[in-house]
């Protein structure tokens, strides 16, 4: 499943029940992130997925969406059927909601 950047948005501002996980390396984190977010790179997913909640919808984000997509497929295998991708990732959102963020 997907959302876009309006969406999420909107779900932020509706006071939505959710995490925003963030799969960035650390120095694309330095450049830009989204206050609030989770913040555990790709690579560390399978060694941490245990931090996060099951309960709760989670929003996965990365530069674009490729990896988040990954990162949300997995999770779905291992039973977390409230993870949902960012479509566009955090340069969407750059682009699109908060236009004073820094792009890369």
């Given at each position: 499943?997907?959302?876009?950047?309006?969406?999420?948005?909107?779900m932020?501002?509706?006071?939505?029940?959710?995490?925003?996980?963030?799969?960035?390396?650390?120095?694309?984190?330095?450049i830009?992130?989204?206050k609030?977010?989770?913040?555990?790179?790709?690579?560390?997913?399978?060694?941490?997925?245990?931090?996060?909640?099951?309960?709760?919808?989670?929003?996965?984000?990365?530069?674009?969406?490729?990896?988040?997509?990954?990162?949300t497929?997995?999770?779905?295998?291992?039973?977390?059927?409230?993870?949902?991708?960012?479509?566009?990732?955090?340069?969407?959102?750059?682009?699109?909601?908060d236009?004073?963020?820094?792009r890369?």
């Amino acid at each position: 499943m997907q959302i876009n950047v309006q969406q999420l948005n909107e779900m932020r501002q509706n006071g939505d029940d959710l995490l925003l996980l963030d799969v960035r390396e650390p120095n694309e984190l330095d450049i830009c992130s989204i206050k609030g977010s989770l913040t555990i790179p790709m690579t560390q997913i399978p060694q941490r997925f245990d931090e996060l909640p099951r309960d709760k919808t989670l929003v996965i984000m990365c530069h674009h969406g490729g990896r988040s997509m990954q990162v949300t497929q997995w999770l779905f295998q291992q039973g977390f059927d409230k993870a949902i991708n960012l479509e566009g990732g955090i340069d969407h959102w750059a682009q699109l909601v908060d236009t004073t963020m820094p792009r890369y």
